[in-house]
């Protein structure tokens, strides 16, 4: 086997990976988002029912949710469920649509989430630093770990850029098929 063949056959196979990572967290997100709609059913129960309110239950639909958009990110972009404007890359051919996908990569997706990590970074740590909870007495004491997720977010939308921009680079040199079609992902 060549050094080319072998490099070829590492970048598949990192894409892949990183594929994984973030389908696995993918499907967790997806078991969140039931159980999120089942607390928020719970809450609207216990308090037009039986009045009760339960703020760190009203909190924990927060959480979720945060954890939903943010730790999800990586996998709606491993899905290709993000937003795209479509004038070109609907009607692109394959390597079009790969050329597109990488210099969207390098030139959008890394340095947006290269900023959101400098900017969240001082945020986050000062969260973690004196442990900030909730605002409310009986709220959830763990606001550090919810605006941990943005440094989540930008991670795992770097580890699905990576992938993307390796798929599409072997597409670009013509080695995609290589390794057979594309898998598809399927939640």
Not at 88 to 108: H, M, N, P, Q
Not at 176 to 183: L, M, N, Y
Request: hydrophobic letters at 55%.
């Amino acid at each position: 086997m060549s050094h080319r063949e072998a490099s070829v056959g590492a970048l598949y196979r990192l894409s892949c990976a990183l594929d994984a990572l973030n389908l696995a967290v993918g499907r967790l997100v997806t078991g969140l988002a039931l159980v999120m709609v089942l607390v928020q059913f719970l809450v609207v129960v216990l308090r037009y029912v039986y009045g009760l309110g339960f703020i760190w239950l009203q909190e924990s639909v927060l959480y979720m949710h945060a954890v939903i958009f943010m730790v999800g990110a990586g996998y709606t972009l491993l899905m290709d469920g993000h937003v795209r404007v479509d004038i070109f890359y609907r009607e692109a051919s394959r390597r079009r649509k790969a050329l597109i996908d990488l210099l969207g990569t390098v030139f959008f997706l890394f340095p947006f989430c290269i900023l959101v990590l400098y900017v969240s970074w001082p945020y986050v740590a000062n969260a973690w630093a004196v442990h900030e909870g909730s605002k409310e007495t009986s709220g959830i004491p763990g606001i550090y770990l919810l605006k941990t997720s943005i440094l989540i977010f930008a991670g795992l939308l770097i580890v699905q850029g990576v992938s993307k921009g390796a798929r599409a680079l072997l597409t670009l040199l013509g080695l995609d098929t290589a390794f057979g079609p594309r898998r598809e992902h399927h939640a």
